[in-house]
C-alpha cells in the first residue's frame, strides 16, 4: 500500500496533530514527529509521535497511528494515541528508531518539528495546513 496514486486525505495529518494537542496541552509538547503517510487512493495510513515534558525531566512519548478515508462527501478520520513509555531527552532520536524498526509497515524517515512547550510553534506548524483541513473545533 505504499504508493502515492490518489490524491489521500490532506485533512488526516492536521487533524491527528490537533487532536493530540488538545488531548495533551500544546505547552507540554517538546518535539513531535510526523511520518510520510502510506496512501492508496482516497485512504490513508499514518504515525505521528510526540514527546511531552515530565518534572523529572525525562520525556514521555505517545504515538498516534490514524486510519483515514473520503468517500464521495464523508470524511472519517480514526485516529488512537498510545502512551509508549519515558526516556531521557538524549535518547529519544533511538527510541524513535525502535517504533520505525517494530511497525509493521514502512513508516519511511519522519519531520522532526520542535515546538519546547511554545503554543506559537505549533501555531506556525498548523499555520502549513489550509484552514479547511482542519477540524471545525479548532479552525
Keep these: 500500500m505504499k504508493d502515492a496514486f490518489g490524491p489521500g486525505v490532506p485533512e488526516?495529518?492536521?487533524?491527528t496533530l490537533q487532536m493530540m494537542a488538545r488531548t495533551l496541552g500544546e505547552v507540554e509538547i517538546d518535539r513531535l514527529?510526523?511520518?510520510?503517510?502510506?496512501?492508496?487512493?482516497?485512504?490513508?495510513?499514518g504515525l505521528v509521535?510526540?514527546?511531552?515534558?515530565?518534572?523529572?525531566?525525562?520525556?514521555?512519548l505517545y504515538t498516534a497511528q490514524y486510519s483515514a478515508e473520503r468517500s464521495g462527501t464523508a470524511?472519517?478520520?480514526d485516529s488512537e494515541m498510545?502512551?509508549?513509555?519515558r526516556?531521557?531527552?538524549d535518547r529519544l532520536s533511538r527510541v524513535i528508531a525502535g517504533v520505525v524498526r517494530r511497525s509493521e509497515i514502512d513508516l519511511g524517515k519522519?519531520?522532526?518539528?520542535?515546538?519546547?512547550?511554545?503554543p506559537k510553534k505549533f501555531q506556525e506548524?498548523?499555520?502549513e495546513f489550509d484552514p479547511s483541513l482542519l477540524d471545525d473545533m479548532e479552525a
Design 125 to 127: 506548524l498548523m499555520n
Design 12 to 15: 488526516a495529518i492536521p487533524r
Design 82 to 85: 498510545i502512551e509508549q513509555g
Design 75 to 77: 470524511l472519517n478520520v
Design 87 to 89: 526516556a531521557p531527552d
Design 49 to 60: 509521535a510526540v514527546s511531552c515534558f515530565t518534572e523529572s525531566g525525562k520525556r514521555i
Design 110 to 118: 519522519p519531520r522532526m518539528v520542535k515546538i519546547a512547550g511554545n
Design 33 to 45: 514527529w510526523v511520518f510520510p503517510p502510506l496512501v492508496n487512493k482516497r485512504k490513508e495510513l
